[in-house]
């Protein structure tokens, strides 16, 4: 079966420590996108990628790093300097970033700090 | 910006009953509008899309109607299941800003019995 990957289901992380999030997807989709979600709001994107090699930043990229080495990964990594990191994060992917296209979202990972 | 605006939750409802969640949307151009639904613990799944004015997406009994000259794309469904409690969020991705899904903040939707 086609679809996205987000591991782990739970995450805790320590003051001052880095932690990073997987998204995997098996879709074949060249755009990947981190969104974050807090209770009671939207999803907020934080970083998108087009291609391999190539991201940019979203609305909320402080604090947050990602790479696309390969097509079907891309990593988040949380660094120690998101001052409120406890959220759901959420990865979605689309065959490209033409504005019909759809977005496909994996389960999610949801940080909590300990 | 690009901005949307969702009726605010929780919506109760009966089984069977009818349910409308609004939704209105400002952007420049020609977006396309989503509907999002996100079961407890879980990702969001598509439920709906529309890509042009007057288009109307439907899905599992849900319609929407892409309204360009009231800016909305409220949902519906004439008759609700237990099974469609769960949270709904209307997007849109903007023209010139194709990288970007920005969303309202959710309606959560309760169906008893």
């Known amino acids: ?114 | 910006g690009d901005s949307v605006t969702q009726m605010e939750g929780p919506v109760t409802l009966s089984e069977e009953a009818f349910l409308t969640i609004n939704c209105t949307y400002t952007a420049t151009g020609y977006p396309s509008l989503f509907w999002y639904v996100q079961y407890p613990g879980e990702g969001l799944q598509l439920l709906l899309k529309a890509t042009k004015a007057d288009d109307k997406g439907s899905n599992k009994g849900f319609e929407a109607t892409y309204r360009k000259e009231t800016t909305s794309f409220h949902l519906e469904k004439g008759s609700v299941q237990v099974s469609d409690s769960a949270v709904y969020f209307c997007a849109l991705r903007g023209t010139g800003t194709a990288s970007k899904l920005t969303f309202g903040t959710g309606t959560r939707l309760q169906v008893t019995l």
């Open chain 1, 1 to 114: 079966d086609g679809g996205i990957t987000q591991s782990p289901k739970y995450l805790f992380r320590k003051e001052g420590q880095n932690v990073t999030l997987s998204c995997e997807q098996n879709l074949n989709h060249d755009a990947m996108y981190w969104y974050r979600q807090d209770p009671g709001q939207g999803l907020r994107l934080i970083y998108y990628s087009q291609i391999v090699n190539d991201f940019q930043k979203g609305d909320i990229a402080e604090g947050y790093s990602v790479s696309r080495e390969k097509k079907e990964s891309f990593p988040l990594t949380v660094t120690s300097a998101q001052k409120n990191p406890t959220a759901f994060y959420l990865c979605a992917s689309s065959i490209g970033l033409d504005g019909q296209e759809t977005q496909y979202f994996g389960p999610g990972t949801r940080l909590l700090v300990l």
